[in-house]
């Protein structure tokens, strides 16, 4: 057997390696009593903190030549807490279109009007009282037995719904914030997910309407995304498949898309996000990332990123 002799080895100078990481690139040290430009400027220039600073970058950019930004958001996004970012947001004029699925509906709805909202699924379901709020129900359905024959789509529905109603909290709805400053609030349903459908006012008819309404005003929304920016926080199946069929749209109707940029932001990366949202929507052209972390830090962090560069 022959063995091996280091000393034949064919060696490199490190002066004259090219490398990947220098100081330049580095964070910067921290005090006390910066502050938060200071931290964000302070970020590595490594990974996924180059990505953060890009995903910022590309959504200021996107306000200032007047491209859309289109939020898509599961109904965790409210659950921890983000709704006054988004509604921030939404004044700013920051969001041309916010998207979500049926239980983003439920749960803005119930802290519109009770300013609570998010049960104990795995107590209440041994007695069989889980998703069985009569109030919720009832409000849902009501909006959209009225704005369906008014040729509403579900987010307006519920939305105009909530900001006609005396509610107590109807200020901090995302619905009703959106339908009073014009901006497209859609609502894509899967029939049978929702704690909605399983109470007796549930028309199916009206579901379904309204919700392909939306579908087709999203479309209209990506469609004139070129140079824009689509974020998704938090939705790992519903949105993605919704986003790929509205690109798929567009592009079928001559809109190349070809200079987009998508995000995902979720706590973990999954299959649809990565492949319906990052992945397949950029290969023609753009630019697709991931920010992997907790929503309740990730996006009030983000959202005070783009003020810096906007605000």
């Known amino acids: 057997m022959s063995r091996i002799d280091p000393s034949l080895l064919r060696r490199t100078s490190l002066y004259a390696r090219k490398s990947k990481v220098t100081f330049r690139g580095m964070a910067a040290p921290v005090r006390k009593g910066m502050s938060l430009a200071e931290v964000l400027s302070g970020l590595p220039d490594y990974l996924a903190a180059r990505d953060f600073r890009a995903v910022a970058d590309a959504v200021a950019a996107a306000k200032r030549r007047g491209a859309p930004v289109l939020l898509g958001i599961g109904a965790h996004f409210i659950k921890v807490g983000l709704s006054p970012l988004l509604l921030q947001g939404l004044e700013k004029g920051l969001f041309d279109c916010v998207s979500m699925n049926g239980a983003g509906v439920i749960h803005d709805t119930e802290l519109a009007l009770a300013g609570k909202t ?57 619905l009703a914030a959106a339908h009073r400053r014009g901006v497209p609030a859609t609502v894509h349903v899967c029939i049978g997910s929702d704690i909605i459908h399983m109470h007796p006012e ?92 907790p929503h309740e830090i990730l996006f009030p962090l983000l959202m005070a990123a783009v003020a810096e560069r906007l605000w």
């Open 118 to 174: 998010s049960e104990d699924v795995a107590e209440q379901l041994s007695d069989g009282s889980f998703g069985m709020a009569r109030e919720t129900a009832q409000f849902i359905h009501s909006a959209l037995a009225s704005g369906v024959p008014e040729g509403l789509g579900f987010g307006a529905s519920v939305g105009k719904a909530i900001d006609a109603s005396r509610v107590r909290y109807r200020d901090r709805s995302l």
């Open 202 to 293: 549930a028309d199916g008819a009206a579901m379904g309407e309204a919700s392909q309404r939306d579908f087709r005003r999203f479309c209209e929304m990506v469609a004139r995304m070129e140079r824009g920016v689509y974020l998704n926080v938090g939705s790992a199946v519903v949105l993605p498949e919704v986003f790929l069929k509205a690109v798929a749209v567009a592009r079928n109707l001559g809109r190349p898309l070809s200079r987009i940029t998508t995000v995902n932001m979720d706590f973990i990366r999954h299959y649809r996000p990565d492949a319906n949202v990052v992945t397949r929507p950029t290969r023609a052209g753009g630019k697709g990332y991931h920010l992997i972390g």
